[in-house]
Nanobody, 119 residues
Framework: QVRLVESGGGLVQPGGSLRLSCVAS????????MEWYRQAPGKQREFVAL???????NYAASVKGRFTISRDNAKSTVDLQMNNLQPEDTAVYYC?????????????WGQGTQVTVSA
């Protein structure tokens, strides 16, 4: 099992920055991808960014160029640096980790951290 704990959310003005962090514990040795998702009120949860164990990353079009995902395998952490935040970035942000052993795959989610962008 993998436990994920996010931190770093809060209230920020438009144009501001926040850095989210997620720490994984438990069976971290077989975590493949680590991702960030978000869910705004009344909307479905959506993909934000992904980073592989090897450090390759991918972003949603809406955040590309503003958000940066990074991972420290030694510390079992994944961060999301968010710059130039806009009101439409307001959401609960969730960390996701995918365990993969041979053909078996399990997803684990954190409890989420609120990000509010407002003047």
């Amino acid at each position: 099992q993998v436990r994920l704990v996010e931190s770093g959310g809060g209230l920020v003005q438009p144009g501001g920055s926040l850095r989210l962090s997620c720490v994984a514990s438990g069976s971290v040795w077989n975590i493949a991808e680590m991702e960030w998702y978000r869910q705004a009120p009344g909307k479905q949860r959506e993909f934000v960014a992904l980073v592989t164990k090897g450090g390759s990353s991918n972003y949603a079009a809406s955040v590309k160029g503003r958000f940066t995902i990074s991972r420290d395998n030694a510390k079992s952490t994944v961060d999301l640096q968010m710059n130039n935040l806009q009101p439409e970035d307001t959401a609960v942000y969730y960390c996701k980790a995918t365990q993969r052993v041979l053909d078996d795959e399990q997803d684990h989610w954190g409890q989420g951290t609120q990000v509010t962008v407002s003047a």
